[in-house]
């Protein structure tokens, strides 16, 4: 069974850094759009950010020039870069991407990892 493992979530003070990793676990074809979608406390799930197939990338105007989303396809992997980080970022940021199975594509959805901005 094809899943996205995620990992690199944590408690981290303000001004400081993290690095989200989101891996394909079982075997697929390509992968295609990528995205990371995060949910704060009493919010509704928001996108951050957005890689295509492409590469072309895409953020909220909350994560630009704070957030970097990259892919490394030989390890069937996505990452979220994350710098500056505010209180207001304290979320479950979930990896979301579209991938090809034996010529049939899937949306995947993560499991969640928690981020805490706080001193």
């Known amino acids: 069974q094809v899943q996205l493992v995620e990992s690199g979530g944590g408690l981290v003070q303000p001004g400081g850094s993290l690095r989200l990793s989101c891996v394909v676990s079982?075997?697929?074809?390509?992968?295609?759009?990528m995205r990371w979608y995060r949910q704060g406390p009493g919010k509704q799930r928001e996108l951050v950010a957005t890689?295509?197939?492409?590469?072309?990338?895409n953020y909220a105007d909350s994560a630009k020039g704070r957030f970097t989303i990259s892919r490394d396809d030989a390890k069937n992997a996505m990452y979220l870069q994350m710098n500056s980080l505010k209180p207001e970022d304290t979320a479950v940021y979930y990896c979301?991407?579209?991938?090809?199975?034996?010529?049939?594509?899937?949306?995947?959805w993560g499991q969640g990892t928690l981020v805490t901005v706080s001193s």
């Open positions: 979301n991407a579209l991938v090809v199975i034996t010529g049939i594509g899937r949306q995947l």
């Open positions: 079982g075997t697929i074809s390509s992968i295609n759009a």
């Open positions: 890689m295509r197939g492409d590469g072309n990338t």
